[in-house]
């Protein structure tokens, strides 16, 4: 089964907080510092408080809720997210090709 949901950069119109009420009756909040339209990249991601490098959220994390924490920048940042852990699942590799 898949459970991943990408770890997309935020977009809610440059506010810095969005607030998410799942039908199980847990709360997602996002929140992105210095979110911009010149700041459209994810310099560093944090989930309920803990340093988050991964580029997908699974499914069962976001709606257990809590605090998702976006520190954005007008540059990527190339060291984040590059370790094979932080990938998402892959079909197409479990199978053996690429």
């Known amino acids: 089964m898949l459970d991943s949901v990408f770890n997309m950069p935020p977009v809610f119109d440059y506010k810095a907080y969005e607030k998410v009420r799942f039908d199980n009756g847990k709360t997602l909040e996002l929140k992105a510092d210095q979110n911009s339209a010149?700041?459209?990249?994810v310099k560093e991601a944090g989930v309920n408080g803990s340093v988050y490098t991964k580029n997908y959220f699974s499914h069962s994390l976001l709606q257990n809720g809590g605090v998702v924490n976006y520190k954005m920048s007008p540059v990527p940042n190339m060291k984040r997210g590059i370790n094979q852990a932080d990938f998402p699942y892959s079909l197409?590799?479990?199978?053996?090709?690429?």
Request: charged share 35%.
């Open 38 to 41: 010149e700041n459209v990249f």
């Open 92 to 98: 197409t590799e479990e199978n053996g090709s690429k």
